[in-house]
């Protein structure tokens, strides 16, 4: 079964409102989650990383005051877009490491299912 | 900064035959992963792969790690319809746990 949940799976919502994606560990602790953005038939590309209890690192070009990630527990990561325009639609990911020993041979990224935003 | 390319991007091939798939990678690192991705879905983990020379196989799909070179390589045998997908190799930014994947190679099975 999935060790990542994610929700929603899909969601539609009108330009200048805010969507928030949940992330999260089930049946183990991930201090940090990642979230990843994937445009139609394009890569995953690395929007920021969710730490437990501190501030999210974004990566380069990434706008912190659009994406707002809260880490409020080892379990839970999200995600908010904030006022949300039509560029913003895409296939949000994220992931969290399993650790070794935990029902993984080795040190392991689990993805989750995977939101798809649509801003019309 | 880490760079990884796979090639081919797109690739059509019939039921039966054998290819390819190659992940260039620039620098030094911790681990690759290889995930296949359905229209539509998130990523399926298939291989990770941690040390020179490993190789693992599941089914028609094997994978292997040169870490000297730079490179790996997930080999399709005898290709069948449902291993169409888009498959992308990712590699582990040493010990940050960051993933950076390559561009994904569109695989297409004909019957």
């Known amino acids: 079964g999935a060790v990542v949940s994610q929700h929603p799976s899909w969601v539609i919502c009108k330009s200048g409102t805010s969507v928030k994606i949940e992330c999260r560990s089930l049946?183990?602790?991930?201090?940090?989650m990642f979230w990843y953005r994937q445009f139609p038939k394009q890569s995953l590309m690395l929007m920021a990383t969710s730490n437990e209890g501190s501030k999210a690192t974004y990566e380069q070009g990434v706008e912190k005051d659009k994406f707002l990630i809260n880490h409020a527990s080892l379990t839970l990561s999200t995600l908010t877009v904030t006022s949300a325009h039509p560029e913003d639609s895409s296939f949000y990911i994220c992931?969290?490491?399993?650790?070794?020993?935990?029902?993984?041979?080795?040190?392991?990224?689990?993805f989750g299912q995977g939101t798809r935003l649509t801003v019309v | 900064e880490l760079k990884v390319e796979q090639n081919p991007l797109f690739l059509s091939m019939q039921e039966g035959k054998n290819y390819t798939i190659y992940c260039n990678y620039s620098?030094?690192?911790?681990?690759l992963y290889w995930y296949r991705q359905d229209p539509g879905k998130s990523l399926e983990s298939l291989f990770v792969l941690l040390s020179n020379g490993a190789v693992k196989q599941e089914g028609r799909l094997m994978a292997s790690l040169d870490t000297k070179a730079r490179l790996s390589t997930l080999h399709i045998t005898a290709a069948v319809h449902d291993l169409s997908a888009t498959y992308f190799c990712a590699v582990d930014i040493w010990r940050a746990q960051k993933l950076v994947f390559g561009q994904g190679t569109r695989l297409t099975i004909n019957p």
């Open positions: 620098t030094t690192s911790d681990r």
């Open positions: 049946d183990f602790q991930a201090t940090t």
């Open positions: 992931s969290a490491y399993l650790p070794r020993g935990q029902g993984a041979q080795n040190t392991e990224a689990f």
